[in-house]
């Protein structure tokens, strides 16, 4: 259950921040989209407005909330439990709270608030989906807005953490029907998060090279998927050096998109905005380059496994023109 930010400016009384820190991540969401901004439904902006910011620790977007809730690192799914179960009034230990940090009278608050709104919007960071639990997080906070709209119009929307990743998620979405942690091995799209995602893949040393593209993983990922990158051959694609860069075999030198090269950005409420380039650049794009990568890949001789002796060659392994693979 999702929506335009749009419509948030114009119908959200009810704002939830969950596990993000907008005011220094996300500057301009305050004024732009949820807090300050007057909308069509909401003419007296951010008095007709309430703001809740679920977190570990006090940050300055604490100073914005009009309740700030501090809920006990790692407890996220426990709460978001604890408040489906409510939502459903079914009956909650007192002693299952407290371990969330909070008490139930201040989660059953919560709900009630959520209940009484006109339109209500759940945001939720990495501080939810990179933590303990990670997808099941999130998952379980989309589930809990879902539940909500029994009740009242309630959505849910991620606050991404870097330029265009919700892009690359629709992209994988209209094309394999899924938005991440897939698997392409048997011909066709296998999803399972955890096991096909980029940190557990590196970590648990699945793979044997990697491309990254318009990424740092180098500089966010832990410590033994960065070591893997540094044993295996890894390309890069990106404008400038990285982190990444720097551990890499090969690394390609590209246009920055949007500036130098064109395409399509997608906003995180995934709504699409053409980018025409402002500047010329004397390096390719990374389309141009991964179109290069593949035009040789194909012009390469197909590799086959090594016959069992005894066996005859069912196929010739003459390289082509006469020349190595």
């Not at 901004?37 to 679920?54: A, E, H, I, N, Y």
Request: proline fraction near 8%; include cysteine; hydrophobic fraction near 40%.
């Amino acid at each position: 259950m999702s929506c335009t930010l749009g419509e948030v400016k114009n119908r959200a009384d009810f704002i939830i921040y969950w596990g993000g820190n907008p005011a220094e991540c996300h500057p301009r969401h305050f004024t732009r989209y949820t807090l300050t901004q007057k909308g069509k439904f909401l003419p007296r902006g951010r008095k007709d407005r309430t703001m809740v910011l679920v977190d570990i620790r006090e940050t300055s977007s604490a100073k914005a909330a009009d309740i700030f809730l501090q809920v006990r690192p790692g407890k996220d799914f426990e709460m978001i439990t604890i408040l489906r179960a409510l939502i459903k009034n079914q009956e909650v230990a007192p002693e299952a709270a407290a371990e969330t940090g909070l008490t139930l009278d201040q989660l059953q608050d919560l709900v009630n608030r959520m209940k009484a709104a006109k339109f209500g919007v759940l945001f939720f960071g990495m501080g939810l989906s990179m933590t303990r639990g990670k997808h099941m997080n999130s998952a379980a906070a989309l589930t809990l807005a879902a539940e909500m709209n029994a009740f009242t119009k309630f959505v849910a929307m991620p606050m991404r953490g870097h330029g265009n990743v919700t892009g690359a998620d629709v992209v994988l979405r209209y094309t394999l029907c899924y938005p991440f942690g897939i698997n392409l091995s048997r011909g066709y799209p296998r999803f399972n998060p955890g096991e096909f995602s980029t940190i557990d893949l590196l970590v648990r040393g699945d793979n044997d090279a990697t491309l990254v593209i318009g990424a740092d993983p180098g500089a966010t990922m832990p410590k033994p998927a960065i070591e893997h990158l540094r044993r295996t051959p890894t390309i890069v694609l990106d404008p400038k050096v990285t982190h990444t860069s720097r551990l890499a075999r090969v690394h390609f030198t590209t246009a920055p998109a949007g500036i130098s090269a064109p395409g399509t950005a997608y906003r995180m409420d995934e709504v699409p905005l053409p980018l025409r380039p402002a500047l010329k650049s004397p390096y390719l794009s990374d389309e141009d380059v991964l179109k290069r990568i593949i035009a040789a890949v194909q012009k390469k001789p197909a590799w086959y496994p090594p016959t069992p002796p005894g066996q005859a060659v069912p196929y010739s392994r003459e390289p082509a023109n006469g020349q190595l693979a």
